[in-house]
């Protein structure tokens, strides 16, 4: 069974940072290209970054430009967003996704408060 799974969200008071990371198994981890996405409460759901299957290509929403890094560790099949500088608008559910195989994960919870 293909699994995406995030790990590293909770709270972090503005300025912080945080990495979150998201765990893939059951399927050719390397071989797909990935996106983080977000959603925050009553907001639709956002695309923060993607990256291509070899780590080469990366690309980042407006919002998160020059604050949050992507990259992925393609032996152990595990996919990054480090984020810095963070804000309370970056507060939201981070989910990782391979959209060539329609594979998400259960999302972690980014709280971005004083």
């Known amino acids: 069974q293909a699994l995406l799974v995030e790990s590293g969200g909770g709270l972090v008071q503005p300025g912080g940072s945080l990495r979150l990371s998201c765990a893939g198994s059951g399927f050719n981890f390397g071989a797909y290209a990935l996106r983080w996405y977000r959603q925050a409460p009553g907001k639709e759901r956002e695309l923060v970054a993607y990256?291509?299957?070899?780590?080469?290509?990366?690309d980042y929403g407006d919002t998160v430009k020059g604050r949050f890094t992507m990259s992925r560790n393609n032996r152990e099949n595990t996919l990054y967003l480090q984020m810095n500088s963070l804000k309370p608008d970056d507060t939201a559910v981070y989910y990782c996704?391979?959209?060539?195989?329609?594979?998400w994960g259960q999302g972690t919870q980014v709280t971005v408060s004083s």
């Open positions: 990256i291509d299957s070899i780590g080469v290509r990366r």
């Open positions: 996704n391979a959209p060539l195989i329609n594979l």
